[in-house]
């Protein structure tokens, strides 16, 4: 986060700090993934690059596009590429769980069935949560920093060089605080509507508990 937001101006600087961050996001995405369904090698590089791709051309275009606009606006810029490729990276790498369904269960632990309904939702979930996390680091770090180089001398001749450690450091402050509270916006152990899920699934909980309104699944991370 610290090198997008730094080097938020330069071609080459989008394309590395980019790729980097989506090569990151793209391991934490399948390894918190609901349930352990595997996704081909194939499948995994295709959704590697797409979620790459995406956040390059949309920091590229953003870029050119916000070239003549006030800094702020410029530094906004690299939030607004990962959030796209949040949109697009976790749903690539989790997609096996939407045609196999991830695991239901009811309230004794009892797995009912996988359902596609419940996976779609722990996805939104997890993006939502995703790009609120990265929210207040890239949103907020640019504006802090914008408002110090405007009124203070901190970051001009010598200490220009001390323009990417102060973003570690203040990126670094906020994400303590960021990533428990965006994790925790959405339950772990999520739950679902009887009146949601599958006709099957819906029918065979049903038949063992007729009152039973919702059934739980992990929505992953």
Known sequence: SSGINAEYGSNSAIIFWQWINQSFNAIVNYTNRSGKSEIPESLLLKSYFAATGCAVIVAMGLNRATAKLPTLVGRLVPFTAVAAANCV??????????????????????????????????????????????????????????????KTNWFKGSGSRMKAPAQVLIIGMILTFATPLACAIFEQKSSISVNRLEPEISEKLRKKDPNAKVLYFNKGL
């Not at 997609?95 to 196999?100: I, K, L, M």
């Not at 996976?119 to 790009?131: D, F, H, K, M, P």
């Open 89 to 150: 990276n976790i749903p690539l790498m989790r997609q096996n769980e939407f045609s196999q369904g991830i695991d239901v269960l009811d309230e004794a632990g009892e797995v009912m069935g996988q359902s596609s309904a419940a996976a779609r939702s722990a996805v939104l979930q997890v993006t939502a949560s995703r790009i609120i996390m990265a929210m207040p680091g890239m949103a907020l770090t640019p504006i802090i920093m914008n408002t110090i180089e405007n």
